[in-house]
């Protein structure tokens, strides 16, 4: 999915340069070459290399989107790609950070929010400047699966999904969800709408059933959008999995919050206010991803 993401950055001209790079000989070539003679179709004028594990290529990148690492297959959870991912992610933030000190990094590799929060201690870099893609992709199928029920346009529909980025710790907040700002709850029944819930949190986990493998579109769209609010400076508010300091009722964990995403990466989290059955979910979301990163003390990266 890194090269859907790049895909996505080049059509919207995000940036003048692209790296693409990957640990497989003249594989992130190949993805840039066969992307580059899309140029003349589609029109952008982004350049895009590809590199194998050339990190001096990517000196003073200003966004970095990490995807390296393995997939689940079906019937994998997120959770147990910890023991591959982890010194992948660690290695390669590392690297990163080397030739781009001052780089943005969002993390989309699984799990998504351990990995954040291991760049982030592994990193020491300012917290704002550590981002982690799960919650723009929960809420963007939350609000799929939501026009579905309503037969509507996805584009009329509010959704937000926060917490982990687990097929048990995402919670789509449905009381917040709305139809060109009539809320949803008044429109669909309650079994509806917890089966909504329900299909977006294994919403990846079907796919993963259907392909075989992780999907790629939506999760490189919604990378894309990330990097776009970014760089374009918009200020958009989006779900992300940031370093929480008491917001939300918790400290020293990555977890998926509403954020402002400007071009100093995320610069404020956005209080949507919890009811306590919300905050209960959120914090039994932050009780499972702690655990899951108190095994990054268990292995050797
Ligand atoms: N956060 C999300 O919402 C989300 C969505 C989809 C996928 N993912 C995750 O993203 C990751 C990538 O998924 P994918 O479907 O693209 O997998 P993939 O196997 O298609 O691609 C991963 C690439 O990483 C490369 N790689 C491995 N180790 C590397 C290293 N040390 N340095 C550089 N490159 C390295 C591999 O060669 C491979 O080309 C997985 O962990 C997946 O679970 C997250």
């Not at 687990?166 to 429109?187: F, Y």
Request: glycine share 8%; charged share 20%; hydrophobic share 40%.
């Amino acid at each position: 999915m890194g090269a859907t993401t790049a895909d996505n950055i080049a059509r919207k001209e995000l940036a003048e340069e692209l790296i693409l790079l990957d640990i497989k000989e003249g594989f992130a070539e190949g993805k840039s070459i066969d992307m580059m003679q899309t140029a003349a179709l589609l029109g952008f004028d982004t350049k895009i290399k590809g590199v194998t594990n050339d990190y001096a290529a990517t000196a003073d990148t200003d966004v970095v989107v990490i995807t390296s690492g393995i997939p689940r297959k079906p019937g994998m959870t997120r959770e147990e790609l910890i023991g591959t991912n982890a010194s992948i992610v660690k290695g390669v933030t590392e690297n990163i950070l080397k030739y781009s000190p001052n780089a943005i990094i969002v993390i989309v590799s699984n799990p998504m929010d351990t990995m954040t929060y291991l760049a982030l201690k592994a990193s020491g870099v300012p917290k704002n400047r550590i981002i982690g893609m799960g919650g723009i992709l929960d809420s963007s199928r939350f609000k799929f699966y939501l026009s579905q029920a309503l037969n509507s346009s996805p584009n009329d529909l509010h959704g937000v999904v926060v917490g982990g980025h687990g097929d048990t710790t995402m919670i789509p907040l449905t009381r917040l969800a709305t139809l060109n700002g009539l809320p949803v709850s008044n429109l669909l029944s309650e079994d509806v709408l917890n089966k909504v819930a329900a299909d977006t949190m294994v919403g990846g986990a079907t796919l993963t059933k259907l392909i075989g493998t992780s999907a790629w579109y939506a999760p490189g769209a919604a990378s894309a959008a990330l990097v776009e609010s970014i760089v374009r400076d918009e200020k958009k508010v989006f779900p992300c999995c940031v370093a929480l300091d008491g917001e939300y009722g918790q400290k020293d964990i990555c977890l998926g919050v509403p954020v402002v995403l400007g071009k100093t990466g995320w610069e404020k989290i956005v209080d949507y206010k919890l009811n306590a059955a919300e905050q209960e979910a959120f914090n039994k979301s932050a009780d499972a991803v702690r655990n899951m990163n108190s095994v990054l003390d268990t292995l050797t990266l």
